[in-house]
């Protein structure tokens, strides 16, 4: 399957494609995720997007495209993927549909998590994240077994840049600005389908599972 996870900053995108991917065999593809490899390993492409990033802005369309395009043709992605963090402005919305329409592996949904903004803010404070493995877990809803370690590998837990309470806010504009657009966009391509993402991880999962008709048991 080929699917988009749509929604705000902190809505569960990264928590339920993983789990998704997962249930589905496909790899999950986190724009986010990769970025902040390439910002950990130093690279051309870290060191020009890690300013913007911390900030909450967006990398500029023509970079993310690039950078999806080369994912995307790997063999790891020919049977599907969980796109996560991508598309997040209409410009990149098109060149995804054009990609896809070239490789003949067009979307089969785009689920767009819905969760308001006072659960956000308390999403985002409280989310702490693997140094290692990239783990996430929450302060209050998703603690770790041991304070400040990560339950999967040890690894100390630290709090992302973009967390911080100036970021988060601007995350927010921007998200409200360029990438909410994008749900009339899939909308009228009769590709959305909308779930409540403020239920509990696994109540969000059931739901997207039967929105996209698998076993949410498999
Ligand atoms: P990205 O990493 O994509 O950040 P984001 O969209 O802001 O999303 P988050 O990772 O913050 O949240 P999430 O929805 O994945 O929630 P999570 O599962 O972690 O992008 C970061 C930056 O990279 C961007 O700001 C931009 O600069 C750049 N970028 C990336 N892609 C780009 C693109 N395409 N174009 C341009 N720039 C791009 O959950 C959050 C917390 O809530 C966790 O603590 C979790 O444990 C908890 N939680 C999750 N689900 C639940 C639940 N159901 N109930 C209770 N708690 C929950």
Redesign the pocket.
């Known amino acids: 399957m080929r699917i988009v996870?749509l929604?705000?900053?902190?809505?569960?995108?990264?928590?339920?494609?993983k789990m998704l991917a997962e249930k589905l065999n496909v790899p999950h593809i986190?724009?986010?995720?990769m970025?902040?490899d390439a910002v950990a390993a130093q690279s051309d492409l870290g060191k020009r997007?890690k300013e913007?990033?911390d900030?909450?802005?967006?990398?500029?369309?023509d970079?993310?495209v690039e950078v999806?395009k080369e994912r995307l043709s790997q063999p790891d992605a020919k049977d599907g993927f969980i796109l996560?963090?991508?598309?997040?402005?209409v410009a990149?919305a098109e060149a995804l549909e054009k990609m896809l329409a070239q490789m003949k592996r067009p979307l089969d949904a785009v689920v767009e998590?819905d969760v308001g903004e006072d659960?956000i803010i308390r999403?985002?404070s409280?989310?702490?994240?693997c140094s290692s493995c990239g783990a996430?877990?929450?302060t209050v809803?998703?603690p770790p077994i041991e304070a400040g370690k990560c339950d999967y590998c040890g690894s100390p837990l630290i709090q992302?840049d973009?967390?911080k309470p100036e970021?988060i806010s601007r995350?927010l504009q921007?998200?409200r600005a360029q990438t909410q657009p994008l749900i009339d966009y899939y909308r009228e391509r009769r590709l959305l389908r909308t779930v409540n993402?403020?239920?509990?991880?696994e109540?969000?999962l059931e739901a997207i599972s039967e929105v996209l008709g698998i076993d949410a048991r498999s």
Not at 197 to 201: A, E, H, K, L, S
Request: glycine residues 16%.
């Open positions: 996870l929604g705000p900053p902190g809505a569960g995108k990264g928590t339920q494609a986190s724009t986010g995720e970025l902040r997007v913007i990033m900030r909450g802005e967006l990398v500029p369309d970079v993310m999806v996560d963090g991508f598309p997040r402005t990149q998590l659960e999403r985002l409280g989310r702490w994240v996430n877990f929450h809803t998703r992302r973009d967390d970021a995350r921007v998200y993402g403020r239920q509990g991880v109540k969000t």
